[in-house]
């Protein structure tokens, strides 16, 4: 077997002609971990009181998913470079747009955390394929360019999701924070179908 240079550089030509997903679309994505905290956090109040929890019980809605958030990345990398950035980020949004109609409509306390632990799973997956597909598709200072804008999104969503959040919890409750949540989700989904 003889090895040619020349078949790897036609690969990395044909990947550098594929036009990239737009940046917003990756910035949506890698930012729907912070929405995920962040409108919710304000809502834990609410959310104790609507499905009669302790105090532990309702920041485990919140730790359930950051615990899951870090393991979930873990995995990610390695299975999309088995099978494919696409297949995983499809994976992600779906189960994040999923377990979030699933904690909209939870009934007990229990079922939300069993939700939201899904839920991270998924946002870890659309987290770590955003930042892996803008290295897959950039050159390098084109990346570390488009890294830096995901980065700025990653800074100011968490301000203005815990802004947001509170104002959605006192408009229409915790599960109106979950519905936006839901709606960046299926975002991410549509946009990963199409683009």
Known sequence: VIFRPECCDLNQQAIARAAPPPIW????????????ISLLS???PDLRADLMATADQAQLVLSAFLVMLGLGQLGAG???????RRPV??????LFSL?????????????????????G??????????????SDSYQRAEAGK???TITMFQAVVPVLGFAFGGMLADLVGWRGAVALMVLTAMTVLIASLIL
């Open 25 to 36: 679309m990756l910035a949506l994505a890698v930012s729907g971990a912070n929405v995920g």
């Open 42 to 44: 304000p809502a834990i």
């Open 78 to 84: 390695s299975l999309s470079d088995r099978i494919g």
């Open 89 to 94: 980020m499809l994976f992600g949004a779906l």
């Open 99 to 119: 377990t979030g109609f699933g904690a909209m409509f939870a009934p007990t306390i229990e079922i939300l955390i069993g939700m939201r632990i899904l839920q």
């Open 121 to 134: 799973l998924g946002a870890a997956a659309c987290m770590v394929m955003g930042r892996v597909i803008i």
């Open 146 to 148: 488009q890294l830096s």
